[in-house]
């Protein structure tokens, strides 16, 4: 999404509809777009001129062999077994595994508490993870605000979030507050299929990974075999019928 150039005093930018569109053919021509269009400056005929430029060129085409998991908040983190498998994600923002987070939260101090992820990623995380399930708190609500909160931080906005909990209400609703590329932790067999094929469509349509418990209806895998069997079924249902990336 383009600027038309730069403004003059006036306030006018100095790019013509067909320079602007010729800059953007030249990068489509190259694979490097999926979609286009114009920010400050352009006008319905800058519009039209990108449109009509751009309408032989088909868009980019994702590389699926051999990629790997890619997650981001403002920053990308990308997450490449022959590169950098251990992957550290700060809990302190989980009011299972903090106290100190739990009384902020519990405190609706929101700002204090957005001070923890802060130091997490200070001291090496990655990702964090953010669990609001407690009885005593309204989760919901206590999710979408701590992300509205840390989403206008940019140190603490850069690193990919996981939502963390039990509660499909709880998730839903924190990933309409979730920016760039997060994790769901998590869904599983539990409910059935049709329920786990829901959810993984939706956190896919929300631009979101997932972490799979081994679980089905029968319960919790507790042997080895158990655990490869429902893992299995869980990945080929991700790949063959939700749509998903390895």
Request: hydrophobic letters at 40%.
């Amino acid at each position: 999404y383009p600027n038309a150039g730069l403004p003059n005093e006036m306030g006018e930018y100095d790019e013509t509809p067909e320079w602007t569109a010729g800059c953007l053919k030249k990068m489509a021509e190259e694979g490097l777009l999926n979609i286009a269009g114009g920010c400050c400056g352009t006008t319905p005929a800058h519009i039209r001129a990108i449109r009509n430029a751009l309408a032989s060129c088909p868009p980019r085409q994702r590389q699926t062999q051999n990629s790997p998991l890619v997650v981001s908040g403002l920053d990308a983190v990308v997450i490449d077994k022959a590169q950098n498998n251990f992957i550290h994600i700060g809990e302190r923002t989980n009011v299972a595994g903090s106290a100190k987070f739990a009384k902020l939260i519990h405190a609706k101090a929101y700002e204090e508490a957005s001070a923890i992820a802060r130091k997490q990623i200070e001291n090496g995380a990655s990702v964090i993870d953010i669990n609001m399930d407690d009885a005593m708190l309204d989760a919901r609500a206590c999710m979408t605000s701590f992300l509205s909160r840390i989403g206008v931080e940019p140190d603490v906005a850069r690193v990919p979030v996981m939502i963390d909990s039990s509660s499909w209400d709880v998730v839903s609703a924190g990933l309409c507050h979730l920016q760039g590329h997060g994790i769901v932790n998590s869904i599983s067999l539990k409910d059935g299929e049709d329920e786990f094929l829901r959810r993984a469509r939706h956190i896919r349509s929300m631009g979101a990974s997932v972490v799979i418990m081994a679980m089905d209806e029968t319960g919790q895998a507790d042997t080895f075999q158990r655990k490869v069997d429902v893992v299995r079924r869980s990945y080929r249902l991700l790949m063959d019928k939700a749509g998903f990336r390895p």
